[in-house]
């Protein structure tokens, strides 16, 4: 059980990593794009910010590689339909974001969503561990589905903003899993 624990609270500082990385390369991002449209200014700020939260986090991150390694080698145990469905709820919203650019702000979330719980019922079912966190993630990037419909329908965003406001959705949905995961213990 407190190796579970110690799961979740890294868990936590990972996903706060990723909350902190993904909000503030998307801000800065988004305020070079009123300035300069520079594909290769966008790359230096993406990996810069998390760079720079990898600094910060390293400690914590690195200590989390162990527990990663070893949920790695559970998810090997999966058969192979496992595999490829939790393959495919991470990868094919992606692939289709690249196909249907006018619905990739959805496409980036049903990824994030799906792929998080997928991988969070399989290691539940597989291997008996309740990363709440990860489902936290996922549900909350689905939720946030609908909240960007609701924000195009009420006109009270313009569908120019949809990637930004979807990046800033999963910066969110990382930061209350992460938050969730580093305050909460269960037994």
């Not at 190796?3 to 990385?21: H, M, P, T, Y």
């Not at 305020?31 to 993406?46: A, G, R």
């Not at 609908?146 to 910066?171: T, W």
């Amino acid at each position: 059980m407190n190796n579970e624990n110690n799961e979740k609270s890294d868990n936590g500082i990972l996903f706060i990593f990723i909350s902190l990385s993904v909000f503030s390369a998307t801000i800065l991002s988004h305020i070079t794009h009123l300035k300069v449209n520079n594909f290769f200014l966008d790359i230096i700020i993406w990996v810069g910010c998390f760079g720079i939260f990898f600094i910060i986090f390293r400690g914590k991150i690195i200590q989390s590689l162990h527990i990663i390694r070893n949920k790695i080698r559970k998810s090997t145990a999966w058969s192979p339909y496992m595999k490829l469905i939790n393959g495919l709820c991470w990868a094919a919203p992606f692939g289709l974001g690249a196909l249907i650019p006018s619905i990739h702000e959805y496409l980036i979330l049903a990824g994030i969503g799906l792929g998080n719980l997928s991988t969070f019922m399989i290691f539940m079912i597989n291997n008996k561990l309740k990363n709440m966190d990860q489902f936290i993630v996922g549900l909350t990037s689905i939720i946030s589905i609908g909240i960007i419909i609701l924000l195009y329908n009420e006109n009270v965003i313009d569908k120019s903003s949809g990637d930004f406001l979807a990046r800033i959705l999963i910066s969110v949905a990382y930061g209350i899993g992460g938050i969730y995961s580093s305050m909460i213990k269960t037994e």
